[in-house]
Every structure is written in C-alpha cells, then in structure tokens.
C-alpha cells in the first residue's frame, strides 16, 4: 500500500536547470529524486514516481530546506529511505530529513509560508569560497534607501510587476510580510517572507532593491511601480546564484 512520506532536502543548484522537469535534459532536481526513488521502489523507468516540491526553483537557485512528498509503495521505514537517497544521489544534492505524512499532505498546496535570502557581496577583493552562491556588487549600496524601498514593498499586493511570466493567467495577488535586509562585512542578505512568490518575483525585487541603493530608483517610486502592474516598471532580475530557499512554512 502507497504511504505518504515528507522529505526535506538540501541542495546546490548551480549545475541544474531548477527543480522542475525540463525537456531534453535529466538535470533537474526533481528528476534526480524521482530517478533514484524509482529504482528504489523496483518501478520501470517509463513509470517513475512523482515528486511533488513546495516551490520550483529557478536553474542555478539553491535550497537549504526544500519541502515535498512522495506516494511510495515500500515497506522501507523513513530512515532507510533517507539513507538509500544519500547514498545514490549526486553529492551537490541531500536529503536531511524523511518522514511520515498524512494522507492529504500536499508539499505545495498545504504550504502557509515560504522564506527566501538573497545575498549580495562586495568589495575590493575576491569571495573565492562563497562565489557560487552570491552576486557580486561593483560597490556598496544605499542600505537605508533599500531598507526604506523593502518597507515599501511589502503587504498584500497585486505584485504583477514583479513577475517574470508575461503570459501568467492565475492571480498576481501576494502577501510579503517581510523583507528584512542585513550586512555582515562586506556581506548583504535579503531575506523575503511570505504566503507564496511568483515566478522569478524574489530574484526581481532584488534586482529593484539594488537599482534603488544605486539611486536609480527613488524609494518613494515604489508603490506607483506596484500599482503599474507593469514588469517594465520594476528593476532588472538578479542572477540566480544568489538565491536560496531557506524554509517553508505549515
């Protein structure tokens, strides 16, 4: 009989074309878990089991704690079908946590929040160790003029602006409770909070936030930006290698 279990994983995603299924190309998150459950639960690979992720990254994202579940058909207790995830999977990708859901579990609809941080580096030197997980800034910004900015973006917007798909058809409509800036050393996290983002939405306020630290945007712009409901109002998209999903909520 099929149970449904929860897992929580961990990932590099600079060499995968993000999590979801991409034609032509096995280089996905998500079709590296399926692969290796598949063989696992002795199904054909023409039938492979279906990983259901709380969010779908973007090519080059990363994830510290990415939710989502999977029906299996096994008699495999969660720990050792943690231990035969980690021990096939790639070494950029890790399995932390495997346990027993309800049945109704759903990683993606029973989600009520989601956290993101994006950071930025700059400085004189190089951050070799770091570089590929951070956008490297020519010079520092303007912390208070994003600070102020980020105040500015958040509550329960149609954040259409800030959307990467032109050709979106479900609502735009979000709740951003936070976004909470930070600087260590030559260091700049963002960290985003909310009930769901839109495609490329985080990676895209990003990008505002550093044309406004750059004095390119004025803070006071923002609220006309997001009523614009126009994407050629906002900022331009930050690369993703700064990007990683740090938890979401239940």
Known sequence: ???????????????????????????TIQGKLETVL?????????????VIGAGRTDAGV????????????????PEEIQAYM??????????????????????????????????????????VFDRKYVTILEKAPDI???????????????YKCFCGNPKMKKSTVRTVDSIRIETQGNYIRLYFHGNGFLQNMVRIMTGTLISVGYGEIRPEEI????GSKDRKNAGPTAPPQGLCMMKVDY
Request: neutral net charge.
């Open 144 to 158: 208070d003029l994003m600070r102020e900015a980020a105040t500015l973006m958040t509550g329960t917007h149609d």
């Open 223 to 226: 609220p006309g930006m997001i």
């Open 38 to 50: 598949t063989r696992m639960v002795g199904l054909p690979e023409n039938k492979p089991v279906t």
């Open 86 to 127: 980690n021990h096939y999977l790639p070494e950029d990708i890790s399995v932390n946590e495997v346990r027993h859901a309800a049945d109704r579990f759903h990683s993606r609809f029973n989600a009520a929040g989601k956290t993101y941080r994006y950071t930025l580096w700059y400085g004189a030197t190089k951050p």
């Open 1 to 27: 009989m099929k149970q449904n279990f929860k897992l929580i994983v961990s990932y590099d995603g600079t060499r995968y074309f993000g999590w979801e299924h991409q034609p032509n190309t096995d280089m």
């Open 62 to 77: 990363h994830a510290r704690a990415m939710t989502c579940n999977v029906l299996l058909d096994t008699e495999m207790t």
